[in-house]
Nanobody
């Protein structure tokens, strides 16, 4: 069984920075895509950034230029570096991945438990 574990939750002031991490634990064959979502209070969960196995990256317009995703494939880890944080970035951030395990021919979606980011104005 593969699990995603996020870390890096915190409270920062507007304009501050924070880095989130997401580690994939378990015995897996490959990961084809990694994503970060966020879910703000009374809003729908939205996609923040996607990075494919080939290295293609897409950011939501709201975070373009402020958030950067990094991948450490040998460690099955992705990082989300966030700078110039705003109050509207306050949300629970979820890590997501498409994983393939031994004995399976298809990828399945796995979610982390979420980590809270609070930006004070």
């Amino acid at each position: 069984q593969v699990q995603l574990v996020e870390s890096g939750r915190g409270l920062v002031q507007s304009g501050g920075s924070l880095r989130l991490s997401c580690v994939a634990f378990g015995i897996l064959l490959s990961i084809n895509v990694r994503r970060w979502y966020r879910h703000a209070p009374v809003k729908q969960r939205v996609l923040v950034v996607t990075i494919t196995a080939g290295g293609s990256i897409n950011y939501a317009d709201s975070v373009q230029g402020r958030f950067t995703i990094h991948r450490d494939s040998p460690k099955n880890t992705v990082y989300l570096q966030m700078i110039s944080l705003r109050a509207e970035d306050t949300a629970v951030y979820f890590c997501n991945a498409g994983v393939r395990v031994f004995g399976r021919s298809t990828y399945r979606e796995v979610w982390g438990q979420g980590t809270l980011v609070t930006v004070s104005s």
